[in-house]
Nanobody
């Protein structure tokens, strides 16, 4: 299973970016993680198989929105009001699961990973 992530870039504080990730075939529980230089990879957001449950890192609540892109069998992370502390490589991740839950916040909860896309927010 190959995940294709896209949408990163260089923006200024307060700007928006939209990250996308798609895969052919099966339906998954989706998550986004990020890794800043010198830091551990951290959970950002997740969405359930049916798309009706989502869960966020506290610091991105109200600014980031995760949604399913059913037409492309993928996931979108809309990031608004970006701040310099959001600078990181962002990774999409997919979990094979029969459960309709989004409370998967550990990177070991996921089976497949995208290649990462760099988001840089200047102050």
């Amino acid at each position: 299973v190959q995940l294709q992530a896209s949408g990163g870039g260089l923006v200024e504080a307060g700007d928006s970016l939209r990250l996308s990730c798609a895969v052919s075939g099966r339906t998954f529980t989706w998550g986004w993680f990020r890794q800043a230089p010198g830091k551990e990879r951290e959970f950002v957001a997740a969405i359930s198989r049916r798309g009706d449950i989502s869960f966020y890192l506290d610091s991105v609540k109200g600014r980031f929105t995760i949604s399913r892109d059913n037409a492309k069998n993928g996931v979108v992370l809309q990031m608004d009001s970006l701040q310099p502390e959001d600078t990181a490589v962002y990774y999409c991740a997919a979990r094979e699961s029969n459960s309709n839950s989004a409370y998967y916040t550990d990177k070991d909860d996921y089976n497949y990973w995208g290649q990462g896309t760099l988001v840089t927010v200047s102050s």
